[in-house]
């Protein structure tokens, strides 16, 4: 810009700011105030926002501690469901109260919850076992089999399993077997652990 | 403190509580200015009038969520101008023949203020604005760039632009 354009925008802007400006019509501010003294606000209750965000916030964060509490009490995360059976088996059972000897036990403090629990039943024939699920082959050393029951037949199969076990004949072939909640829609079925 | 002494912010922070006589003050202190914006953007005065009122009357519903990081004035020019920008997309849409107020006199060769205000309606709107905010207004470049929501270095363009074509338009005016 060349110093005279500069000073003809100087000149232009003084001229503008000295001719531009209006006057508000008369009453505007009194047809406003009026309208906005017609519209009480609930300014009293301005206060009630922050408490209420904090509010919130706190019980948003009780909740997120609550469930991270639960989960660290079980020990696991129900998604994480099939690696805690896993876990479980593998150091040999979680016990079901009231069971015999046949049970056996692992020794793990944890009470276990229904979704990570896995029943393991030692010495159960496998002639008896062949009538629930045809047998898998599995690797020629495991003795042991998982057996996937549907949630409603849990009961029943653990119990039969447990009574199978402790009429075995002795020097039968018996396998121990893994019992491991699935949903009810699954079938029973015998897998290699 | 007296109402009429107190800051802008001040005055602000008091309406947010439901202070309707600190929001007069704010009404009284900006009211020719708010007009004016709305004004020189809109050329109608019905439509300055209806801008500025509903402006404030939305300022005063909404005054809980201004922030004091900004300035109040850029606030509510930024709120008058919406709709005042309203007010020129419907005319656009609608094609709503315009009451030209600011340039229908007739006798414009003996008012040199006429020639001024004529020849800046001629502008486009978005340098019309810039040109109105810094120079009538007299925002500086970052407030009216927070007022029209457009970077400073837009409303400085806008602005050299707006005062060039102005410049022109009136050179042309006074030759005919």
């Given at each position: 810009?060349?110093d005279?354009?500069?000073?003809?925008?100087e000149?232009?802007?003084?001229?503008?700011?000295e001719?531009?400006?209006?006057?508000?019509p008369?009453g505007?501010a009194?047809?406003v105030?009026r309208?906005?003294?017609?519209?009480?606000?609930?300014?009293?209750?301005?206060?009630?926002?922050?408490?209420?965000?904090?509010?919130?916030?706190?019980?948003l964060?009780l909740?997120?501690?609550?469930?991270?509490?639960?989960?660290?009490?079980?020990?696991?995360?129900?998604s994480?469901?099939?690696?805690?059976?896993?876990?479980?088996?593998a150091i040999?059972?979680?016990?079901?109260?009231?069971q015999?000897?046949?049970?056996?036990?692992g020794?793990?403090?944890?009470?276990?919850?229904?979704i990570?629990?896995?029943?393991?039943?030692?010495?159960?024939?496998?002639?008896?076992?062949?009538?629930l699920?045809?047998?898998?082959?599995?690797?020629?050393?495991?003795?042991?089999?998982?057996?996937r029951?549907?949630?409603?037949?849990?009961?029943?199969?653990s119990?039969?399993?447990q009574?199978?076990?402790?009429a075995k004949?002795?020097?039968?072939?018996?396998?121990?077997?893994?019992?491991?909640?699935a949903a009810?829609?699954?079938?029973?079925a015998?897998?290699?652990? | 403190?007296?109402?009429?002494?107190a800051?802008?912010?001040?005055?602000?922070k008091?309406?947010?509580?439901g202070?309707?006589d600190?929001?007069?003050?704010l009404?009284?202190?900006?009211?020719?200015?708010?007009?004016t914006l709305?004004?020189?953007?809109?050329?109608?005065?019905?439509?300055?009038?209806?801008c500025?009122?509903?402006?404030?009357?939305?300022?005063?519903?909404?005054i809980?969520?201004?922030?004091?990081?900004?300035?109040?004035s850029?606030?509510?020019?930024?709120?008058?101008?919406?709709?005042?920008?309203?007010?020129?997309?419907?005319?656009?849409?609608?094609?709503?023949?315009?009451e030209e107020?600011v340039?229908?006199?007739?006798?414009r060769?003996?008012?040199?203020r006429?020639?001024?205000?004529?020849?800046l309606?001629t502008?486009?709107?978005?340098?019309?604005?810039?040109v109105?905010?810094?120079?009538i207004?007299?925002?500086?470049?970052d407030e009216?760039?927070?007022?029209?929501?457009?970077?400073?270095?837009?409303i400085?363009?806008?602005l050299h632009?707006?005062?060039?074509?102005?410049?022109?338009?009136?050179?042309?005016?006074?030759?005919?």
């Amino acid at each position: 810009m060349t110093d005279n354009g500069h000073t003809d925008h100087e000149q232009l802007a003084r001229r503008l700011h000295e001719q531009g400006q209006a006057q508000a019509p008369d009453g505007l501010a009194g047809d406003v105030m009026r309208q906005v003294r017609a519209e009480p606000r609930q300014r009293e209750r301005a206060w009630l926002r922050p408490v209420a965000l904090c509010a919130t916030v706190a019980v948003l964060l009780l909740a997120g501690i609550a469930g991270l509490t639960r989960i660290g009490g079980t020990g696991q995360s129900s998604s994480a469901g099939s690696a805690a059976e896993t876990h479980a088996g593998a150091i040999g059972a979680v016990p079901e109260t009231g069971q015999g000897s046949q049970l056996s036990d692992g020794g793990g403090k944890k009470a276990p919850n229904a979704i990570t629990r896995v029943l393991r039943v030692a010495g159960v024939p496998t002639d008896k076992l062949a009538t629930l699920s045809p047998l898998p082959f599995c690797p020629a050393q495991a003795h042991t089999y998982a057996l996937r029951v549907p949630f409603g037949r849990y009961a029943t199969v653990s119990r039969q399993l447990q009574v199978w076990a402790a009429a075995k004949p002795a020097g039968a072939p018996a396998y121990d077997v893994q019992i491991r909640r699935a949903a009810a829609s699954a079938r029973l079925a015998l897998t290699c652990p | 403190m007296r109402l009429q002494d107190a800051s802008d912010e001040w005055l602000a922070k008091r309406a947010a509580r439901g202070d309707a006589d600190a929001f007069e003050q704010l009404v009284l202190r900006y009211q020719d200015r708010l007009y004016t914006l709305a004004l020189r953007v809109t050329l109608s005065e019905p439509d300055a009038r209806d801008c500025v009122q509903e402006g404030l009357i939305s300022a005063w519903r909404a005054i809980d969520r201004f922030r004091g990081d900004a300035r109040f004035s850029t606030w509510i020019y930024r709120i008058v101008l919406r709709k005042a920008y309203d007010v020129l997309d419907r005319r656009k849409r609608t094609a709503e023949p315009m009451e030209e107020i600011v340039v229908a006199s007739t006798d414009r060769p003996a008012d040199d203020r006429l020639d001024l205000i004529a020849a800046l309606a001629t502008l486009e709107p978005e340098f019309r604005a810039a040109v109105v905010a810094c120079d009538i207004i007299g925002m500086s470049m970052d407030e009216a760039a927070a007022a029209l929501e457009v970077p400073a270095g837009t409303i400085k363009s806008r602005l050299h632009r707006g005062r060039s074509r102005l410049a022109a338009e009136l050179e042309a005016h006074r030759a005919s």
